[in-house]
C-alpha cells in the first residue's frame, strides 16, 4: 500500500492552503458578527488580556525610533505588488482570469488576517462596558444651564492659567512627559483598572501627510500600541492629544470616553497639561451653548488663549485639504460603526455627556459604581 506524505503531494498542499485560507476568512467574518458579551469582554479582554499585552508590547515599540506600523505598511506594500508581479509574470501559462483570482483570494485573505490581529491586539476594546456603566452617570445632570458653567469654569481656567503655562511650556517632542504619564496611571487606577497601561512615546509617521491633510492630530497603531501625533502640532496641544492616544492604549477604544480619560490626565498633571486640557473642553462646549451663551463667553476669553485658539485654527488650515478631510472621516465614520460605535464620527462629542454627568469627587476623581 502506497504511503502518502502530505508534504510531497502538491495536490495535498493545495488542499491544505485552501482550507487555511477559508478558516481564516471564515474567522474572520465569524468575529464581526458574533455577539460578545460587554462584560465578558471587560472582565476577559480589557482588563485581563489586553493589559497583559499592552503592559509588555508598548514598552518593546518605544525602544524603536520610528513608528513600527510604517514598516508594516511598506512591508505589505511591497509584498503584495511581488506577488502580483510574479503572477502577471505567469500570465502566458495560467491566463488573466487566474491572475484576477489570486490577486481577489490574496486580498481577501490579507484582509481577513489584519482584521483578525486588530482584534486581538486592541480592536475587542470597542466592545467592551462603555463609562457610562461603570461610573456615577446621571443623564438628567446633561443639560444646557450644566454646559454653560463647565463651559464658564473653562474660560476662567484657560485665562488663569495661560501665562503659568506658557512660562513652564509643555513637554514636546518624542520624549514621554512623565508628569503626564504619571496622572494618566492615577486616573486609570480611578477608572477601576485592575493594570494600568503603559504611556507610548509620542512618534511622527510617513501616514503625517495623510493625517495633516484630513485634520487629524494623532492616532494610535491597533498592531504595535504605538502613539502617532501630527509633527505640526503646537506646544499646548501636545498633552491633551498625546493624552487621548494613551487613552487608546489604556483600553478606551470609543473616541468620546478616549476624549474624557484624556482630559482628565490632563487636568490632574501640572498646569501647563491643565491648561491644554481645559483648552481643548472649551472647544468642545462652546459649540454646544445657545448663541447669546457662546458670544457672551467667547467674550470672556482672554486675549492669551483667544490667540492660541487662533494659532490652532491657522495651523489646520495651512495643510487641510477639505475633499481629503470629509472623505477620510467619512471613512472612519463607518469603521468606526462597524466596531459596533453606533454614533460613529459623532462619539467624540460624548466627552461632553460624560463631564456634565458624571460625579465626581475631589480633584476631578470620576466616582464609580
Not at 213 to 242: K, N, Q
Request: aromatic share 10%.
Amino acid at each position: 500500500m502506497a504511503v502518502i506524505h502530505f508534504t510531497r503531494c502538491p495536490v495535498c498542499r493545495s488542499v491544505k492552503s485552501v482550507a487555511w485560507r477559508a478558516t481564516l476568512v471564515l474567522g474572520a467574518l465569524v468575529a464581526a458578527v458574533s455577539p460578545t458579551p460587554p462584560g465578558d469582554v471587560e472582565r476577559l479582554y480589557s482588563n485581563g488580556a489586553y493589559l497583559a499585552l499592552q503592559t509588555r508590547l508598548t514598552p518593546a515599540s518605544n525602544l524603536v525610533p520610528f513608528a513600527l506600523i510604517d514598516a508594516l505598511v511598506i512591508a505589505l506594500v511591497i509584498g503584495w505588488l511581488a506577488a502580483l508581479a510574479r503572477d502577471v509574470a505567469r500570465r502566458s501559462r495560467t491566463g488573466w482570469l487566474r491572475v484576477l483570482t489570486n490577486v481577489v483570494v490574496r486580498s481577501v485573505v490579507l484582509t481577513s488576517a489584519m482584521y483578525l490581529s486588530f482584534l486581538f491586539v486592541w480592536g475587542l476594546n470597542y466592545r467592551r462596558v462603555p463609562l457610562t456603566e461603570k461610573l456615577q452617570f446621571d443623564a438628567a445632570q446633561v443639560s444646557p444651564d450644566a454646559a454653560r458653567l463647565l463651559a464658564a469654569d473653562a474660560v476662567n481656567r484657560v485665562n488663569a492659567l495661560y501665562d503659568r503655562a506658557h512660562a513652564i511650556d509643555a513637554a514636546g517632542g518624542e520624549a514621554i512627559d512623565h508628569r503626564l504619564a504619571d496622572a494618566f496611571a492615577d486616573v486609570q487606577r480611578d477608572l477601576g483598572s485592575s493594570r494600568p497601561a503603559r504611556p507610548a512615546r509620542p512618534k511622527h509617521t510617513l501616514l503625517d501627510v495623510y493625517l495633516r491633510r484630513a485634520a487629524v492630530s494623532g492616532m494610535t497603531d491597533p498592531y504595535f500600541l504605538e502613539t502617532l501625533v501630527t509633527g505640526d502640532l503646537l506646544s499646548f496641544e501636545h498633552p491633551f492629544v498625546i493624552a487621548h492616544e494613551w487613552a487608546h492604549l489604556a483600553g478606551y477604544a470609543d473616541e468620546g470616553e478616549a476624549n474624557f480619560v484624556g482630559w482628565l490626565t490632563c487636568l490632574r498633571s501640572v498646569e501647563a497639561n491643565q491648561y491644554s486640557g481645559w483648552l481643548f473642553m472649551y472647544d468642545e462646549l462652546i459649540p454646544t451653548l445657545p448663541p447669546a451663551d457662546r458670544t457672551e463667553l467667547t467674550g470672556r476669553l482672554a486675549a492669551g488663549p483667544r490667540a492660541d485658539r487662533r494659532a490652532i485654527a491657522d495651523r489646520i488650515r495651512r495643510h487641510v485639504n477639505p475633499r481629503v478631510s470629509a472623505a477620510g472621516w467619512r471613512v472612519y465614520d463607518q469603521y468606526l460603526k462597524a466596531n459596533r460605535i453606533e454614533a460613529g464620527a459623532a462619539s467624540y462629542a460624548t466627552v461632553v455627556r460624560l463631564a456634565l454627568g458624571t460625579r465626581f469627587g475631589p480633584a476631578w476623581m470620576p466616582l464609580r459604581r
